[in-house]
């Protein structure tokens, strides 16, 4: 299979505290996005980070790409309540199509 | 701008069943993909479908089928239903297959089948 494996499955922590997920992929990438999805709902892109990157920025999310150990995560920041949803990393490579990992639940407790 | 709808928000069939869910994209986006996603699990690929053809196919059975119309609307069609077809359905749309463009997720078909 394709599809990659995010670590930890499961992540508890407080409000305040930062929340790192990682996630590997097996194939060569174009791109590698990050998606959060609320309970079962659609998911919502969080952002996109190009395979000739190596870090990305946006608001309280840090997004890293290593290519050569084909894995990435993300670091939230000053994690909020609001924050509980599962994540999940995905990648499009040479068949073009968006393969999503297995994804990370992170319960962000007041 | 209206974003990814996806038709009906639920559905429940009986085994042996067909159904069929519905897609309407992002206006200009000419990509639609479908996924399964099981109770608790993750996103498993289904179809991608972009300008009107079918550009990729996930490992499931000839029972899952779709199609995509010329104003790049989508149906994903399920022969036959089992139990284990039973999961939200997910839709997403992007202006170009995917390849450096962010998709935009509908909020899903959830499906039980009895």
């Known amino acids: 299979s394709q599809q990659g494996e995010e670590d930890p499955q499961a992540l508890s922590i407080q409000e305040g505290e930062n929340a790192t997920m990682n996630c590997s992929y097996k194939t060569s990438i174009n791109n590698l996005q990050w998606y959060r999805q609320n309970s079962g709902r659609g998911l919502v892109h969080l952002i996109l980070?190009?395979?000739?990157?190596r870090e990305k920025h946006s608001g309280r999310l840090r997004v890293t790409l290593d290519t050569s150990k084909k894995s990435s995560s993300l670091l939230i920041t000053a994690s909020r309540a609001a924050d509980t949803a599962s994540y999940f990393c995905a990648h499009t490579g040479t068949a073009s199509k968006l393969t999503f990992g297995t994804g990370t639940r992170l319960q962000v407790m007041l | 701008e209206a974003g990814v709808t996806q038709s009906p928000t639920h559905l429940i069939k009986t085994r042996g069943q067909q159904v069929t869910l519905r897609c309407s994209p992002i206006s200009g986006h000419t990509s639609v993909y479908w996924y399964q996603q099981a109770l608790g699990l993750g996103l498993q690929f289904l179809l991608w479908y972009d300008e009107g053809e079918e550009r990729n196919r996930g490992n499931f059975p000839p029972r899952f089928s779709g199609r995509q119309f010329p104003n790049y609307s989508s149906e994903l069609n399920v022969n036959a239903l089992e139990l284990e077809d039973s999961a939200l359905y997910l839709c997403?749309?992007?202006?170009?297959?995917?390849?450096?463009?962010?998709?935009?997720f509908g909020q899903g078909t959830r499906l039980t089948v009895v």
């Open positions: 980070i190009r395979s000739n990157e």
């Open positions: 997403a749309s992007s202006l170009l297959g995917g390849v450096g463009h962010k998709a935009f």
